[in-house]
């Protein structure tokens, strides 16, 4: 399938992640290849505590949030738009309002953000994890408490095998088993048996796939380690009897701030608790005895894969080459789709604003998985394709991506569907509407799937027009195109545009 052209990389990358707890952001120069951290910051943000219960981001929440991405807008001021890339988290995909919340970000940070599904934060956050510990052979268990969610993965070297989001974080079970800061012995047995029964349901699969060594990643578990080393309970490492040392010591004072624990910082206190319940949740189900900490996380994980995609080591295109492998897309098909679609963007791309590179990123993948539904069924297969592309998890996209696509899938046939693409963001209609009627001109004219080449095709765009131009009597001589077409020109009425065909 094309790719899309290199991209050249630029010295200096940046990632920021707005979990649910803290925002995080890394600034990186690149030096023969190897990423150098040049700077990082964290501020404790509190988006998750901030949602009320219609799980709508608060003033207050709101007001904290761009206050910090402030200064942060400032950081990467003058780092390349190629070279930033930031997600938001759990928070995010709760939070009713987080349209609202996005659109004010970026117009402070001056970028777009992205929403990733647990999955991919796994996957991120594994990546972080492998690329800052020794490189070598054996299989990890990672372990990331993050404020809303909690992710869990196993891999090797730098592959993730196994990638899980639990739904429990230190800010959650905090509203939930310690409310008023009371650390007593039964809040601790609800908490910890909360933990344990989020953990069955994977504990199965990641025993069979088995681990060698324990490593935990982030903020909660950072504090804990400390909490263990200052208190004499470990030299660095989390042990299962350093938890429990904890817990006793916490639920003899009653509260954190009487138990007097050295190495914990005030700002952690509160949600100190809850990481400790979930941790030793983790440790007790799966049989865990010791951990090992990692310094790198999501944000490094973010930067990595920036800098795989920007190097054309995409872990997007493996993504749309599995999902075409295990539904069985006719790749000589998509072939011919994908190569037709991309020279029609090269022809409007200027006119009809589509010439950053996620359009034609867009628009390549829209193509290769347009047929993807045909393995559920002929019938309406462009809703199948669509449901498949949201709702699956493919590495390396983001929430927003992944609903571009399927709309692109879901409209590349039959009526153009104008009320999924008036549900996508604002800003997105417009793009995504253009880039559907490209997919589906290209679609209809290898309506017969075959390997003759189509002849040379001029396309024209206006702001409401699309005008596509054969060489004299072609279509004449081929007279099912022209009636595909002349449907065509129905459907694209109904979405607002002309198609002129001559």
Known sequence: MPRA???????QLAAIDLGSNSFHMVVARLVQGELQVQEGLSEKVQLGAGLDEQNRITDDARARALDCLGRFAQRIRGVPPAGVRIVGTNALRMARNAREFIREAEAVLGHDIEIVAGREEARLIYLGVSHSLADQPGR???????GGSTELIIGERFEALETESLHMGCVSFTRRFFPEGQCTDKAFDKAITAARQEVLSLEAAYRRTGWQQAVGASGSVKAIAQVCQDNGWSEGEITLEGLHRARRKLVKAGTVDGAGLKGLREDRMPIFPAGLAILTGIFEQLGITSMTLSSGALREGVLYDLLGRLD?????????????SRYHVDAAQAQRVCDTAAGFLAQVATPWGLDADEHADALRWGAQLHEVGLSVSHSQFHKHGAYLIENSDLAGFSRQTQ??????????????????????????????LRLCLLLRLAARLHHARSDAPLPEMALHADEGQLTLAFPEGWLADHPLTQADLEQEQEYFAGAGVTLVVR
Do not use: N
């Open 5 to 11: 052209t290199r991209r050249s990389t630029p010295e």
């Open 140 to 146: 990890r268990l990672v372990v990331d408490i993050g």
């Open 312 to 324: 054309h080591e995409d872990v997007r295109e493996r993504s749309i080459g599995a999902l075409m």
């Open 403 to 432: 609903l571009v696509l399927a709309t692109l899938v879901r409209g590349h046939r039959r009526k153009v569907p104008m009320a999924v693409l008036e549900a996508l963001p604002q800003e997105d209609q417009a793009s995504t």
